[in-house]
């Protein structure tokens, strides 16, 4: 059975995914599709609309066999630790053939090479990675400009200046990078395989296409008109959304964070704990937050240009969740050790019995007795989430067992 695998949020899951799986399968031949989702916070630092189970159901409902939640160490953490933890548990469940990916590039030749650049880092791109670093541009830019420069040192083909650097820049090609780059660290027998990102942008705020960004589609449930999104999202998810309004369920959104990080912060003034936090942002963020009043204006009054406001959105959710009391630098380098079953189908109950003929992994359906510490901060991010989700309680990842459908 040829197995391929989906790295996703599905916050929510809309046709453009839906377009993703179809093609995946026409693409590569794949029997059944894995999908590795985030819980219930992003990698940009949201937390999900919806709570994790309620996504997994969906997912299956809509074309994947079986789906398995990325722990949160790497889910709430840049695109490179995200791409590393998600790739290094997908070989390390031992019957994956492939990574599909959606890319705004669409060229699998043009992500690879960049990735063998960036990941193997010759001592020229270090040099101008260095020196763009010390003018004080942000990773992101800089390692955009590096590539740009050591591309045309190296005279390798590409077409403009103008497309290599909106390729590196866009966030699919980013995170499609990162797995072709992890994916070469471990030499993985994972085939890497992309297709282009149709519809509107990643961060388009506006429904102008049929297939709708999930950014636009979460403002439309911000302003409580899920009628407006209708045409823009399969069945299913329509549905599982008109169900949770009609029962006077809130969907959750990133400004629901701010009181409790507000109160957090003036308690105990400790983001320093965070490893991405340096060069005095925390102070910087201390003193601003007195006088903000919204999550978007404490960022807003804390950025610079070495921090952008993603990443400043990323660390404040790290900081409400509690990353600050584990050592996230040396979870970050450990691979996960178990998987963590959210929802399967008949298909996905046969890949779980191979997977616990073929994996070391521990499969967990029901929250073991012992945890190591990694499993504990995916149970806390259900603590944390509940306090701004009043659908879920804080013991539901030992209460909740995977949907089966």
């Known amino acids: 059975m040829k197995t391929a695998a989906i790295i996703c949020e599905y ?40 709570n994790k189970w309620n ?20 889910s709430v953490s840049s695109a490179e630790f995200f791409a590393q933890g998600a790739v290094k548990l997908l070989q390390d469940l031992s019957i994956i053939d492939f990574l599909s990916f959606g890319s705004e590039s669409g060229d699998i030749n043009l992500i690879k090479t960049s990735a063998k650049i960036i990941g193997s880092e ?13 003018e004080g541009l942000p990773f992101a830019k800089a390692r955009s400009k590096s590539l740009i420069e050591y591309l045309t040192l190296k005279d390798i083909n590409i077409n403009t200046k ?76 329509y549905n599982k959304l008109k169900e949770i309004q009609e029962s006077n369920y809130e969907f959750t959104f990133e400004e629901d964070m ?19 936090v340096s060069e005095g942002l925390d102070n910087k963020i201390y003193s601003s937050i007195i006088n903000s009043n919204s999550l978007k204006e ?6 610079s240009k070495r921090y952008t406001y993603t990443r400043l959105n990323r660390i404040l959710c790290q900081y409400f969740i509690g990353f600050d009391n584990y050592q996230l630098d040396s979870l970050r380098r450990t691979p996960s050790s ?43 991010c259900t603590k944390a989430y509940s306090l701004i989700n009043k659908a879920i309680e804080p013991n539901d990842d030992y209460i909740k067992s995977p949907i089966y459908l």
């Not at 010759?122 to 010390?134: A, F, G, N, T, V």
């Not at 890497?192 to 102008?208: A, C, F, M, Q, W």
């Not at 963590?340 to 007795?369: C, H, T, V, W, Y």
């Open 55 to 74: 996504r997994a159901e969906i997912a299956v409902l809509s074309g994947a066999d079986l789906v398995i939640e990325l722990p949160a160490v790497f």
């Open 258 to 276: 701010f009181p409790y990080l507000k109160y957090k912060l003036l308690l105990n003034n400790d983001l320093n704990k965070l490893p991405d």
């Open 122 to 134: 010759p001592i020229e791109y270090r040099e101008l990675l260095k020196k763009h670093l010390d």
């Open 298 to 303: 404490l960022i807003l009054n804390s950025k």
């Open 338 to 380: 178990y998987a963590r079953i959210l929802a399967f189908n008949d298909k996905g109950r046969i890949l779980i019995k191979r997977m616990k003929k073929s994996s070391q992994l521990e499969l967990i359906n029901k929250i073991p007795s012992n945890i190591n510490r990694m499993l504990e901060l995916d149970i806390q």
């Open 11 to 50: 916050n929510p899951l809309h046709k453009g995914h839906i377009y993703h799986m179809r093609y995946t399968k026409e693409l590569t031949g794949c029997d059944a599709i894995v999908c590795l989702m985030s819980g219930n916070f992003m990698q940009r630092g949201i937390p999900s609309i919806m």
């Open 162 to 237: 103008e497309s290599i650097e909106s390729f590196i820049e866009s966030p699919n090609n980013i995170l499609a990078l990162e797995y072709c780059k992890a994916l070469d660290k471990i030499n993985s027998i994972i085939k890497p395989v992309t297709i282009t990102r149709h519809g509107d942008g990643y961060n388009h705020k506006e429904l102008s296409s049929n297939f709708a960004s999930a950014t636009a589609i979460r403002e439309a449930l911000r302003i409580k008109s899920p009628d407006l999104i209708k045409e823009h999202l399969p069945d299913y998810t």
